[in-house]
């Protein structure tokens, strides 16, 4: 085991593992926005599951880290590629100029050429962003029964 673990030592890209499992973490991996210094890394798994660390709850503001991705664009957020996933899902492949209008931050050609170019050959990346969004869903119904109730 120390031997596997040296290996990494000398990499100055380590980073610590994932705080739920402690696996090593693979890109893309979620970076609460809320917590630390230190940095409360988590792999995309205990955050689909909602783990939760002393201060550390589910619904703290998270970045989705993936510095190593080829498919981000300098410029483009990950919060706009959720939104153009969301923008293209709700209103449709190929409607660029109601995504766009639905983006409000990019043109029409923006949308389409970021779209083609880095979600139609990437069904990783594409999966997992809108896991991601269902997982926003989810949550987003749960606080709205959640106000019903009360
Ligand atoms: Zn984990
Ligand atoms: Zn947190």
Redo the contacts with the bound molecule.
């Keep these: 085991v120390m031997d596997h673990l040296a290996s990494f030592g000398s990499d100055p890209f380590d980073k610590p593992p994932c705080r739920g499992c402690s696996s090593r973490l693979l890109e893309p991996y979620i970076k ?1 926005a ?2 630390g210094p230190p940095p ?1 890394l988590l792999c995309l798994q205990c955050f689909t599951r909602g783990f939760e660390y002393k ?3 589910s619904d ?1 503001k998270y970045e989705i880290m993936t510095s190593d991705f080829p498919v981000l664009e300098p410029g483009w957020t990950a919060q706009e590629e959720m939104a153009l996933l969301e923008a293209v899902m709700d209103c449709g492949f190929g409607n660029w100029s109601d995504v766009a209008y639905q983006m409000r931050t990019r043109s029409k050609e923006e949308c389409e050429s970021h779209y083609m170019k880095n979600f139609i050959n990437n069904p990783l990346f594409s999966s997992t962003l809108l896991s991601l969004r269902q997982m926003e869903e989810a949550r987003t119904a749960d606080t709205g029964h959640f106000f019903i109730f009360i």
């Design positions: 609460c809320e917590c409360l201060k550390h709850q703290h």
